[in-house]
């Protein structure tokens, strides 16, 4: 992705404007009258080379036709006569390898689970054991368990394939406040963004040992104040979002920071309240701000490449994002708090 000039940063903003109108999702019988009405949201505006696709959008059971999942016939609670029937307000966002999209909602107090393989919408950690209270990060594996923070219990819960909790991770006093999530598969390891303590905690995603804490309270390199949002890379490099040191910084597997992105401003490519924090396959950062409501994408020296959205109900515009997560395609899935909603996008690589 080359880097994009002022001007550009303009066009990419107004292609907004005029796709997202042209690319709102058409009813079936839409489709059917007029196949190749449909026009693609895509960032930047034609003749430039598209490198951002608008994909779908998640919202609730209405998503799919199917209304049940066997999550609900796994995790059955008290209030399960009356289901949250959509997202209120998405926090977290994670992609399973298999495309499963867990969301969690801090208002619901709910794990959505969207499978649009099945076209279903389930929830996660619904009852007994590992109920959650206020879900906040999520963080899925290659195998099939999902981990959970609960700001509310001051617990991350593992939860097995079937459903059921595995593993709960923490012990009394140890943490805070948990928020973000970032889960390093190749090294089996959970990251914990602990706002109240201004640290990032690491433990062993195989038995919840504790390995290392990052950070303390601080504005220097390695410091934090109420960082929020994870991401590890390929190279089990972490990423965390310092929200309000207005920066990202990264660090290596072993806790050593690596380098800072970002810095105080209301212009582009500066950070007024980062976020959510994901990498792509090849290596461009990018960063959902609540301020700007929009996503801002780096390389790897922290250089601007482009933004996608602003304020706005649309597809493509986003009220208050907040968690963002990359999967290993390279699609980009935003929670959009303001808009009850995960807008879902990809990346489009350079022809070979």
């Keep these: 992705m080359r880097r994009g000039r002022p001007c550009l940063l303009l066009i990419?903003?107004?292609?907004?404007?005029?796709?997202?109108?042209?690319?709102?999702?058409?009813?079936?019988?839409?489709?059917?009258?007029?196949?190749?009405?449909?026009?693609?949201?895509?960032?930047?505006?034609?003749?430039?080379?598209?490198?951002?696709?608008?994909?779908?959008?998640?919202?609730?059971?209405?998503?799919?036709?199917?209304?049940t999942s066997r999550w609900k016939t796994l995790l059955l609670g008290p209030d399960q006569g009356r289901p949250a029937e959509a997202l209120i307000k998405p926090y977290g966002v994670a992609a399973a390898p298999d495309?499963?999209?867990?969301?969690?909602?801090?208002?619901?107090?709910?794990?959505?689970?969207?499978?649009?393989?099945?076209?279903?919408?389930?929830?996660?950690?619904?009852?007994?054991?590992g109920r959650v209270a206020k879900p906040i990060g999520v963080a899925a594996g290659d195998d099939g368990r999902v981990f959970v923070a609960d700001a509310t219990l001051n617990r991350v819960f593992?939860?097995?394939?079937?459903?059921?909790?595995?593993?709960?991770?923490?012990?009394?006093?140890?943490?805070?406040?948990?928020?973000?999530l970032a889960l390093?598969?190749?090294l089996q390891r959970i990251y914990v963004a602990d706002s109240k303590k201004?640290?990032?905690?690491?433990?062993?995603?195989?038995?919840?040992?504790?390995?290392?804490?990052?950070?303390?309270r601080g504005v220097d390199p390695g410091q934090f104040n109420f960082p929020t949002n994870l991401f590890v890379d390929a190279q089990s490099r972490l990423y965390v979002a310092d929200t309000l040191n207005f920066r990202v910084q990264v660090f290596d597997a072993e806790g050593k920071v690596l380098t800072t992105i970002g810095s105080q401003g209301d212009?582009?490519?500066?950070?007024?309240?980062?976020?959510?924090?994901?990498?792509?396959?090849?290596?461009?950062?990018?960063?959902?701000?609540?301020?700007?409501?929009?996503?801002?994408?780096?390389?790897?020296?922290?250089?601007?490449?482009?933004?996608?959205?602003?304020?706005?109900?649309?597809?493509g515009e986003f009220l208050l994002p907040a968690g963002l997560f990359v999967d290993d395609r390279d699609r980009i899935y935003v929670a959009d708090q303001g808009n009850a909603r995960v807008q879902v996008f990809e990346y489009i690589k350079a022809p070979q």
């Design 198 to 216: 201004h640290q990032v905690l690491c433990y062993s995603a195989t038995d919840g040992a504790f390995v290392r804490a990052i950070g303390e």
């Design 12 to 67: 990419a903003a107004l292609a907004g404007v005029f796709a997202a109108r042209a690319g709102e999702p058409l009813s079936a019988a839409q489709r059917k009258k007029a196949p190749a009405a449909r026009t693609e949201l895509v960032w930047p505006l034609p003749p430039e080379r598209p490198r951002i696709r608008y994909l779908t959008t998640y919202r609730g059971l209405a998503d799919f036709k199917k209304k």
């Design 99 to 129: 495309g499963r999209v867990y969301v969690t909602d801090t208002v619901a107090r709910k794990v959505f689970v969207f499978d649009p393989t099945a076209k279903t919408v389930g929830f996660l950690g619904e009852s007994g054991v």
């Design 267 to 315: 212009t582009a490519g500066k950070l007024n309240r980062p976020k959510g924090v994901g990498v792509d396959s090849e290596g461009h950062i990018y960063v959902a701000d609540t301020s700007f409501n929009n996503f801002q994408i780096f390389d790897a020296s922290g250089a601007l490449l482009m933004f996608v959205g602003f304020a706005g109900r649309d597809p």
């Design 158 to 180: 593992g939860y097995a394939p079937d459903g059921a909790l595995a593993i709960a991770i923490g012990r009394e006093g140890e943490l805070e406040n948990p928020s973000g």
């Design 184 to 186: 390093d598969r190749k």
